[in-house]
């Protein structure tokens, strides 16, 4: 069994398998080919990779293997016909990506797609692992950018009183983002849509943010349900307003397979004081900040700073890198019987719970998108999207 792991492209600094990794896929009976160059841009140099066992490769040859493991969806250059793809493709923001494999025949997993609640999928669940570096680096970008210090500070001068952080949204990131800011002895608050966070962003350190007729507007799956424009603009006008006097605000916001919901408009950020930093997470996917640009950190008229820096992840490439090789190595061992790579209809990680099942999710399966020239018959949603 053989693996190919590509370089990524240009504005991606992770790689997908880590040298680290080599030693549980050499054991599950994998031979790992890696692309010349591919984890350099993440601290993982071609010498470590051959030290561990992996072989150093032309592009050609590691595309060349059955299996192929990355980060970004790579284009299906060099792919051939029944090789297991395994990445993020985004296939509700990409439909492409997904009607290629299915032309190619080409069987694609997409790991955003992964049924996150099942027990067995916490190991393999890169939405977690790279969300919560994500949630840790916006605080730290924030508070590089804040013209203040964080903590309450007594000195001889004068006492510092400690900077207030906004987090809005509480899912990994937010939760993240709440204990970092905590930890670096700013006052916290944080909002989220579903009722029941109160509790998780308590236990981190923050003080939940209440909105008159907030209710559990959590979906099936674990994502937060999209809402009405009224509830919307109620929850924004009351989180800003307690974000008018904050030192950092930042965003979580995002909606699965949907660009993110604007939670701070431009009329909020006029309102808020100068020297305010404002992180968007999800500046990649539209920005939860009507002001945000994409790419880039802006200053207002007014002072506020606006932190569109994407792909968050990507700016802690090497441990990034460490985690994302942990998801996928267990996954694609789990995937290994009596030396052959087995795509299962029996697997709930590969094609989701079955109906019954408290974590069944109508509609949707699980990181298997499609095989042998068709889309996989639980996908009934992202279906619709393709046609």
């Known amino acids: 069994m053989r693996i190919g792991v590509p370089k990524e492209p240009e504005n991606e600094s992770r790689v997908a398998i880590v040298p680290g990794s080599m030693k549980k896929l050499t054991k599950a009976g994998f031979e790992v080919l890696v692309e010349k160059g591919a984890g350099i841009n993440a601290n993982y140099s071609d010498s470590q990779y051959e030290e561990l066992g992996a072989k150093i490769v032309s592009r050609k040859e590691a595309l060349e293997c059955e299996n192929i493991i990355c980060i970004n969806y790579p284009g ?8 297991n793809l395994t990445c993020v493709s985004d296939p509700f923001r990409n439909p492409q990506s997904v009607k290629e494999c299915i032309e190619a025949k080409v069987t694609l997993m997409s790991m955003d797609m992964i049924p996150r609640r ?53 899912g990994v990131a937010g939760l993240q983002a709440i204990a970092t800011a905590k930890r670096l002895g700013a006052v916290v608050y944080a909002s989220d849509v579903r009722k029941s966070a109160a509790e998780q962003i308590e236990s981190v350190g923050g003080r939940f943010i209440e909105v008159d007729g907030m209710d559990d507007f959590e979906d099936e799956s674990g994502y937060a349900k999209p809402l009405t424009p009224e509830f919307i603009q109620k929850v924004n006008d009351t989180v800003c307003g307690v974000a008018m006097d ?9 909606i699965f ?29 539209g920005g939860n900040c009507e002001s945000t640009v994409a790419g880039e950190i802006i200053t207002t008229e007014n002072g506020v700073i606006i932190v569109g820096t994407s792909n968050l992840p990507g700016t802690l490439a090497n441990t990034a890198s460490m985690l994302y ?27 989701g719970a079955p ?20 889309i996989h018959h639980k996908q009934t949603r992202l279906a619709g999207v393709i046609e």
């Not at 397979?257 to 997470?281: H, L, N, W, Y």
């Not at 109508?362 to 990181?367: R, S």
């Open 118 to 170: 099942l027990s067995r999928a916490q190991s393999m669940d890169v939405n977690s692992s790279q969300d919560n570096l994500a949630g840790y680096k916006a605080v730290l970008l924030g508070a590089a950018n804040v013209p203040r210090g964080i903590p309450m500070m007594t000195t001889s001068a004068g006492t510092v009183r400690p900077a207030k952080v906004v987090v809005m949204g509480s």
């Open 257 to 285: 397979g949907r660009p993110a919901p604007i939670t701070v408009p431009t009329s909020a950020v006029e309102q808020f004081k100068s020297g305010a930093v404002v992180v968007d997470m999800n500046a990649d996917v």
């Open 355 to 374: 109906e019954g099942s408290d974590f069944y999710v109508g509609g949707m399966g699980g990181v298997l998108i499609c095989k042998d020239g068709e």
């Open 325 to 351: 090789s942990n998801n996928l190595t267990t996954f694609i061992s789990s995937l290994v019987d009596e030396g052959n790579v087995v795509i299962s209809e029996e697997d709930d990680i590969l094609v």
């Open 76 to 83: 299906l250059d060099g792919i051939k016909t029944g090789t």
């Open 246 to 254: 904050a030192d950092i605000i930042i965003t979580t916001a995002r």
